[in-house]
T-cell receptor, first 114, second 115 residues
Framework: AQKITQTQPGMFVQEKEAVTLDCTYD???????LFWYKQPSSGEMIFLIY??????QNATEGRYSLNFQKARKSANLVISASQLGDSAMYFC???????????FGTGTSLTVIP | KAGVTQTPRYLIKTRGQQVTLSCSPI?????VSWYQQTPGQGLQFLFE???????NKGNFPGRFSGRQFSNSRSEMNVSTLELGDSALYLC??????????????FGPGTRLTVL
């Protein structure tokens, strides 16, 4: 089974609108971390946000927030007030404490339309 | 503060050869992780080094190896190259290990092409 599943290969959003990028994960480890990264066309990976499995509140970083639903094993990224510079690939990732493995999803390509 | 640097940026090799990639982390960072990115397999974790010791390892064959020096610079070596090793190899550094959820800063990557 896939450890990280991103079901949206491509997404479009109007500038200034909010967008949600989906991510579900699979783990039996009670302790894990969830990450979102942005990869522009230049290729460099940019860390956006982190959520720990024991964190009680959803993580937020500026215009980024993570909608963490532990029972559903979902960690969706919400980008508010989209900007043209948000156009990029977005990757969801998970780190399990047991075995210390780090897994990435296949990514979602986001295009912001003016 | 200088970012993560990787050398070389582009590399072309032939099957059977070996290759060494280099990564210099951000000053003060002690953890260096390596990833392979391909269109077919996506991003896959190779290994992580912290204070010159391999702390975590992904599911790659023994042809992929690495090391970290006392100044935290890291090298990754791939021996007996195969066509499937063609990929973008990304290096990331963080202050502590990835197991503590610390933010990782990625380098620009090395694009390896195996002919």
């Amino acid at each position: 089974a896939q450890k990280i599943t991103q079901t949206q290969p491509g997404m479009f959003v109007q500038e200034k609108e909010a967008v949600t990028l989906d991510c579900t994960y699979d783990t039996s480890d009670p302790s894990y971390g969830l990450f979102w990264y942005k990869q522009p066309s230049s290729g460099e990976m940019i860390f956006l946000i982190y959520q720990g499995s024991y964190d009680q509140q959803n993580a937020t970083e500026g215009r980024y927030s993570l909608n963490f639903q532990k029972a559903r094993k979902s960690a969706n990224l919400v980008i508010s007030a989209s900007q043209l510079g948000d156009s990029a690939m977005y990757f969801c990732a998970m780190r399990e404490n047991t075995g210390n493995q780090f897994y990435f999803g296949t990514g979602t390509s986001l295009t912001v339309i003016p | 503060k200088a970012g993560v640097t990787q050398t070389p940026r582009y590399l072309i090799k032939t099957r059977g050869q070996q290759v060494t990639l280099s990564c210099s982390p951000i000053s003060g960072h002690r953890s260096v992780s390596w990833y392979q990115q391909t269109p077919g397999q996506g991003l896959q974790f190779l290994f992580e080094y912290f204070s010159e010791t391999q702390r975590n390892k992904g599911n790659f064959p023994g042809r992929f190896s690495g090391r970290q020096f006392s100044n935290s610079r890291s090298e990754m070596n791939v021996s007996t190259l195969e066509l499937g090793d063609s990929a973008l190899y990304l290096c990331a550094s963080s202050f502590s290990t990835i197991t503590r959820g610390n933010e990782q800063f990625f380098g620009p990557g090395t694009r390896l092409t195996v002919l």
